[in-house]
């Protein structure tokens, strides 16, 4: 692989290749090019897991015509599927080499345990949301179990916004999460359950379930639970799979002019 | 901290008093809902109802300033109880029974009437701290900043060793530190009294050691404290000052004060990487660099010296601290050759003998926790293992002491002051930074509702605040984050500052000011 | 094109949380959790994650600045280093090291500080210097 990114860098297939590279001791993410070809001798896969194309979209938009490549493994693959049909990044300006890839509900099969949560804590499992939980098992919960539950969780919240900061899906300019009409300002924890519903809303049809926002959360909030669950009602009533495809998603086909009939009003 | 911050999660209790470290220090708050959920328990001893009060097995809200008959009062329900460690005291400690005998008197009937909590509370504060073991301790300036500061400490560490909980993995004293590198100001000899790793300057082999390392004969009478400067000032003893990287204007207690001490200095040199309120008063104002434009250390709160990297080139005309020490010490005929962060770093730690065995090399990313007294040491993940520092742990008998201004007729109302979660000190960072405030524009006060209703007071409403020193104008928040006649105001905001009202009155040893309590009266602006 | 990613620790409190900072052809434009960290794990809080955005404010200081009848005015480094020693070193003569007061910093390194302090104590000749922490 190291080989094949050198010949991509030399032969100018790409600009800079996204990879990580062992730092004293940690695997850090790193951008190798042209100017440190030996550099690609250090490129490892290990089990580092920083959001690679959130760095693409980064770097893309303020060099719109470089080639990048970078390393996939699953989860970063649907990342940019979402990220073409949004428009932040161009497919033709992307090469990928994939890796293995951690297990997710929108993917069949994994070999990469590196995202299992681990065994929920004993009061965890009493009051809150287990990490390891399906939607189905969390659906089984009575509803005011589930609220309480849920409240728990959020109740935790240090409000450091880490869940949209790391999201390689998030790229909007404005965040509803910060317009204070809809959620106040100037206190942790922030008003509940509103300022996770909010953002839970804006990831139907958006969130990969890359559980990227699960592990940059310093209290464990079951964030991935809740937005696979967002995820399912976008996949019932649109029999859309967000990520699997570059094609355009359910959001943006309704918005087709052909497909608006005029109604008197 | 006498321990780690990863240990807390092991911890099989918790007790929490005056830091509101969800909001203050939230990785160190991460720690603790961890243990939380893994079992251990959870006490919160706050004059404010915070965020991590809802988590807590038992949360009481105190009077302020009341903290040393609290604590006395839980030791006082152990050794009724004969919860004590025992062997532990015996083995490990001294002058316990003075220690005992200072106790006995603070019954939870005396306490209740002091700071207001709850005897059945007391109990169960006592009771769950002292029966599961280890229990950890973790403070901030919600303990130091009071005119009692050092018998606040010392009543905490009582309790800790009362229950064998010091020398302990997942126990310990721990303090937080509020500021990235007060650790290492402190490790490096910035303070009044002693050289690098606390050696005392009144120490004649110290002051030869460090004489002989930097070739020049030193001073052996301990300095002033910046409490001390500023009364200095005032008497036209100090003429000169320079602050490197802080802003006292709005840091320091009674800000009337401190102007009128800074507008009789004759020379007032200011270095920072912003123009604050305090560069706005100086002669000399140098432009400094910031954390990513720096190579260097910081040692962190669980003593953990950490290698910053230089990330960008310096903006524009400015300057590493270090290089304008240099050029200010060699133009003032002493020469400072320094190339680069690293070979300060190798000559300080061979006078620093807990930082002894660092390099940049072995400190990498991870860094090495003091001491490390040589290249083979791994560092130090929690003191006083097998004994204590100075040998034997030593019990103090400590009364309580009121505040030195509680409210009265005039001044009706308890003020405390502190942190929000989205701002950093005096504001100068953090009020520059979108993010950070869009999340909080400006100053405000907290206000109970009842209070707020008597008042006619409604939220965002402005209203004035006075005490003796000054007086300020700020939009009120109605929450019940604070008890009835309590208020709280955070002193990040120069437009509203906290420290116009706070009172310098200051603890006999430590200097540290008593941010966290004086009488303040509220009315509705007009 | 240059993208670089520079691990560091964040510095606004005591925790010590491990930082990536995201470089691009020169300028600092974001933060990230470093992983693998042991204080932190790969998590931040909202002060961390913003920790770039002061370091570009365009309210940094420029330059060194003198008060010059009456007003700060931006100076050179060299002017601004002779005139305050120049005034130091008058009032050291008149009044004794004493006379000067020095405060370190808990916001800036270890290097430095050690530097502050000896600065006090081996040029000035004052055991004057303290700093924030009790504040």
Same mark, same amino acid.
């Given at each position: 692989?190291?080989?094949?990114?050198?010949?991509?860098?030399?032969?100018?297939?790409?600009?800079?290749?996204?990879?990580?590279?062992?730092?004293?001791?940690?695997?850090?993410?790193?951008?190798?090019?042209?100017?440190?070809?030996?550099?690609?001798?250090?490129?490892?896969?290990?089990?580092?897991?920083?959001?690679?194309?959130?760095?693409?979209?980064?770097?893309?938009?303020?060099?719109?015509?470089?080639?990048?490549?970078?390393?996939?493994?699953?989860?970063?693959?649907?990342?940019?599927?979402?990220?073409?049909?949004?428009?932040?990044?161009?497919?033709?300006?992307?090469?990928?080499?994939?890796?293995?890839?951690?297990?997710?509900?929108?993917?069949?099969?994994?070999?990469?345990?590196?995202?299992?949560?681990?065994?929920?804590?004993?009061?965890?499992?009493?009051?809150?949301?287990?990490?390891?939980?399906?939607?189905?098992?969390?659906?089984?919960?009575?509803?005011?179990?589930?609220?309480?539950?849920?409240?728990?969780?959020?109740?935790?919240?240090?409000?450091?916004?880490?869940?949209?900061?790391?999201?390689?899906?998030?790229?909007?300019?404005?965040?509803?999460?910060?317009?204070?009409?809809?959620?106040?300002?100037?206190?942790?924890?922030?008003?509940?359950?509103?300022?996770?519903?909010?953002?839970?809303?804006?990831?139907?049809?958006?969130?990969?379930?890359?559980?990227?926002?699960?592990?940059?959360?310093?209290?464990?909030?079951?964030?991935?639970?809740?937005?696979?669950?967002?995820?399912?009602?976008?996949?019932?009533?649109?029999?859309?799979?967000?990520?699997?495809?570059?094609?355009?998603?359910?959001?943006?086909?309704?918005?087709?002019?052909?497909?608006?009939?005029?109604?008197?009003? | 901290?006498?321990?780690?911050?990863?240990?807390?999660?092991?911890?099989?209790?918790?007790?929490?008093?005056? %830091?509101? =470290?969800?909001?203050?220090?939230?990785? !160190? #708050?991460?720690?603790?809902?961890?243990?939380? $959920? &893994?079992? @251990?328990? +959870?006490?919160?001893?706050?004059?404010?109802?915070?965020?991590?009060?809802?988590?807590?097995?038992?949360?009481?809200?105190?009077?302020?300033?009341?903290?040393?008959?609290?604590?006395?009062?839980?030791?006082?329900?152990?050794?009724?109880?004969?919860?004590?460690?025992?062997?532990?005291?015996?083995?490990?400690?001294?002058?316990?029974?003075?220690?005992?005998?200072?106790?006995? %008197?603070? =019954?939870?009937?005396?306490?209740?009437? !002091? #700071?207001?909590?709850?005897?059945?509370?007391? $109990? &169960?504060? @006592?009771? +769950?701290?002292?029966?599961?073991?280890?229990?950890?301790?973790?403070?901030?300036?919600?303990?130091?900043?009071?005119?009692?500061?050092?018998?606040?400490?010392?009543?905490?560490?009582?309790?800790?060793?009362?229950?064998?909980?010091?020398?302990?993995?997942?126990?310990?004293?721990?303090?937080?530190?509020?500021?990235?590198?007060?650790?290492?100001?402190?490790?490096?000899?910035?303070?009044?009294?002693?050289?690098?790793?606390?050696?005392?300057?009144?120490?004649?082999?110290?002051?030869?050691?460090?004489?002989?390392?930097?070739?020049?004969?030193?001073?052996?009478?301990?300095?002033?404290?910046?409490?001390?400067?500023?009364?200095?000032?005032?008497?036209?003893?100090?003429?000169?000052?320079?602050?490197?990287?802080?802003?006292?204007?709005?840091?320091?207690?009674?800000?009337?004060?401190?102007?009128?001490?800074?507008?009789?200095?004759?020379?007032?040199?200011?270095?920072?990487?912003?123009?604050?309120?305090?560069?706005?008063?100086?002669?000399?104002?140098?432009?400094?660099?910031?954390?990513?434009?720096?190579?260097?250390?910081?040692?962190?709160?669980?003593?953990?010296?950490?290698?910053?990297?230089?990330?960008?080139?310096?903006?524009?005309?400015?300057?590493?601290?270090?290089?304008?020490?240099?050029?200010?010490?060699?133009?003032?005929?002493?020469?400072?050759?320094?190339?680069?962060?690293?070979?300060?770093?190798?000559?300080?730690?061979?006078?620093?003998?807990?930082?002894?065995?660092?390099?940049?090399?072995?400190?990498?990313?991870?860094?090495?926790?003091?001491?490390?007294?040589?290249?083979?040491?791994?560092?130090?993940?929690?003191?006083?293992?097998?004994?204590?520092?100075?040998?034997?742990?030593?019990?103090?008998?400590?009364?309580?002491?009121?505040?030195?201004?509680?409210?009265?007729?005039?001044?009706?109302?308890?003020?405390?002051?502190?942190?929000?979660?989205?701002?950093?000190?005096?504001?100068?960072?953090?009020?520059?930074?979108?993010?950070?405030?869009?999340?909080?524009?400006?100053?405000?006060?907290?206000?109970?509702?009842?209070?707020?209703?008597?008042?006619?007071?409604?939220?965002?409403?402005?209203?004035?605040?006075?005490?003796?020193?000054?007086?300020?104008?700020?939009?009120?928040?109605?929450?019940?984050?604070?008890?009835?006649?309590?208020?709280?105001?955070?002193?990040?905001?120069?437009?509203?500052?906290?420290?116009?009202?706070?009172?310098?009155?200051?603890?006999?040893?430590?200097?540290?000011?008593?941010?966290?309590?004086?009488?303040?009266?509220?009315?509705?602006?007009? | 094109?240059?993208?670089?990613?520079?691990?560091?620790?964040?510095?606004?409190?005591?925790?010590?949380?491990?930082?990536?900072?995201?470089?691009?052809?020169?300028?600092?434009?974001?933060?990230?959790?470093?992983?693998?960290?042991?204080?932190?794990?790969?998590?931040?809080?909202?002060?961390?994650?913003?920790?770039?955005?002061?370091?570009?404010?365009?309210?940094?200081?420029?330059?060194?600045?003198?008060?010059?009848?009456?007003?700060?005015?931006?100076?050179?480094?060299?002017?601004?280093?002779?005139?305050?020693?120049?005034?130091?070193?008058?009032?050291?003569?008149?009044?004794?090291?004493?006379?000067?007061?020095?405060?370190?910093?808990?916001?800036?390194?270890?290097?430095?500080?050690?530097?502050?302090?000896?600065?006090?104590?081996?040029?000035?000749?004052?055991?004057?210097?303290?700093?924030?922490?009790?504040?």
């Amino acid at each position: 692989m190291q080989e094949q990114i050198r010949e991509w860098l030399e032969q100018e297939k790409v600009d800079i290749f996204l990879g990580y590279k062992k730092i004293q001791g940690h695997p850090l993410p790193h951008c190798f090019t042209k100017d440190n070809l030996d550099e690609t001798d250090d490129l490892i896969v290990g089990n580092a897991r920083y959001s690679l194309e959130k760095m693409a979209t980064k770097i893309a938009a303020e060099h719109p015509e470089l080639k990048i490549g970078l390393l996939v493994r699953d989860c970063n693959q649907r990342a940019l599927n979402v990220l073409y049909v949004w428009n932040q990044l161009r497919p033709d300006n992307i090469e990928t080499i994939s890796v293995n890839c951690c297990p997710s509900k929108l993917k069949e099969h994994g070999d990469c345990s590196y995202l299992e949560p681990e065994k929920a804590a004993p009061l965890k499992m009493m009051i809150g949301i287990d990490n390891n939980m399906d939607v189905e098992a969390a659906e089984e919960f009575g509803q005011e179990d589930r609220y309480k539950r849920w409240m728990y969780e959020f109740q935790k919240c240090l409000k450091c916004y880490g869940c949209r900061d790391i999201c390689p899906v998030c790229f909007c300019k404005e965040c509803s999460l910060e317009h204070t009409d809809l959620i106040a300002t100037g206190s942790v924890p922030p008003e509940i359950p509103i300022f996770h519903l909010v953002r839970a809303v804006h990831m139907g049809g958006r969130c990969i379930d890359c559980g990227l926002c699960e592990d940059a959360c310093p209290v464990d909030i079951s964030l991935r639970l809740l937005y696979r669950k967002v995820n399912d009602i976008v996949s019932d009533v649109f029999d859309y799979k967000t990520g699997t495809s570059a094609d355009q998603s359910p959001f943006n086909m309704l918005g087709e002019e052909v497909t608006l009939e005029l109604k008197p009003i | 901290m006498t321990n780690s911050i990863a240990e807390i999660e092991d911890s099989a209790c918790i007790f929490i008093t005056g %830091s509101n =470290t969800s909001a203050c220090h939230p990785l !160190i #708050a991460r720690r603790v809902f961890r243990a939380k $959920e &893994k079992g @251990a328990k +959870l006490i919160v001893a706050d004059p404010r109802n915070i965020q991590l009060s809802r988590f807590a097995d038992v949360a009481v809200t105190q009077r302020l300033g009341s903290d040393v008959a609290m604590l006395n009062g839980m030791m006082h329900i152990i050794l009724k109880n004969g919860w004590q460690a025992q062997s532990y005291i015996e083995e490990r400690t001294e002058e316990f029974e003075e220690f005992k005998a200072a106790v006995e %008197s603070y =019954t939870p009937d005396k306490v209740e009437q !002091i #700071a207001g909590i709850a005897q059945n509370d007391l $109990e &169960k504060m @006592a009771e +769950l701290y002292a029966t599961n073991s280890p229990a950890s301790i973790l403070y901030a300036m919600g303990i130091t900043q009071h005119t009692t500061g050092v018998d606040n400490v010392k009543s905490i560490c009582n309790l800790a060793m009362l229950c064998g909980n010091v020398g302990v993995k997942s126990g310990g004293v721990n303090p937080l530190r509020g500021q990235n590198n007060v650790q290492g100001a402190c490790d490096m000899g910035g303070l009044p009294n002693v050289f690098p790793a606390y050696q005392p300057v009144t120490v004649e082999a110290n002051n030869e050691k460090f004489a002989k390392a930097w070739g020049k004969a030193l001073p052996g009478k301990i300095g002033y404290t910046i409490t001390d400067m500023v009364r200095a000032m005032i008497d036209g003893k100090l003429k000169a000052l320079y602050v490197v990287g802080e802003n006292p204007m709005l840091s320091d207690p009674d800000q009337h004060h401190l102007v009128k001490a800074l507008e009789k200095l004759d020379l007032l040199i200011c270095q920072d990487i912003f123009f604050t309120e305090t560069a706005e008063k100086a002669d000399v104002v140098f432009a400094a660099v910031s954390v990513a434009e720096k190579d260097g250390t910081y040692t962190n709160t669980e003593r953990r010296c950490m290698k910053v990297n230089k990330a960008i080139d310096p903006i524009e005309n400015t300057l590493n601290d270090w290089e304008i020490i240099s050029k200010l010490s060699t133009a003032m005929g002493y020469e400072m050759n320094y190339e680069s962060p690293e070979q300060i770093f190798d000559e300080l730690t061979t006078v620093t003998p807990s930082y002894g065995g660092m390099t940049y090399e072995r400190l990498g990313l991870d860094g090495l926790q003091w001491p490390c007294p040589n290249a083979d040491h791994p560092g130090t993940q929690f003191l006083h293992k097998d004994q204590f520092t100075r040998g034997k742990g030593l019990f103090h008998a400590v009364e309580y002491l009121d505040p030195a201004e509680m409210p009265d007729e005039e001044y009706p109302y308890w003020l405390t002051t502190g942190r929000m979660f989205a701002h950093y000190h005096t504001g100068t960072m953090t009020r520059v930074s979108p993010h950070l405030d869009t999340e909080q524009k400006t100053g405000y006060v907290e206000i109970n509702p009842e209070d707020a209703k008597t008042l006619g007071v409604n939220d965002g409403e402005t209203v004035r605040l006075s005490t003796r020193r000054g007086e300020t104008e700020i939009p009120a928040r109605v929450s019940n984050k604070v008890v009835p006649g309590l208020l709280f105001v955070p002193f990040h905001f120069a437009e509203s500052p906290a420290n116009i009202l706070t009172n310098s009155a200051f603890d006999p040893i430590a200097k540290i000011p008593e941010y966290k309590v004086c009488a303040v009266k509220i009315e509705k602006a007009a | 094109m240059d993208f670089k990613i520079i691990p560091s620790v964040c510095s606004y409190c005591g925790t010590g949380c491990g930082v990536l900072f995201q470089v691009m052809d020169g300028r600092l434009v974001d933060t990230l959790p470093m992983k693998t960290h042991p204080v932190n794990e790969g998590k931040l809080c909202i002060k961390g994650w913003n920790l770039h955005e002061h370091v570009v404010s365009d309210k940094r200081l420029t330059s060194p600045m003198l008060k010059k009848n009456g007003h700060l005015q931006e100076a050179s480094w060299d002017d601004a280093i002779q005139t305050t020693v120049e005034k130091l070193k008058a009032i050291i003569e008149a009044h004794g090291p004493d006379s000067v007061g020095v405060l370190a910093s808990a916001k800036i390194t270890n290097e430095e500080n050690y530097l502050v302090q000896k600065f006090a104590r081996a040029v000035i000749g004052t055991n004057n210097v303290d700093h924030c922490a009790r504040l």
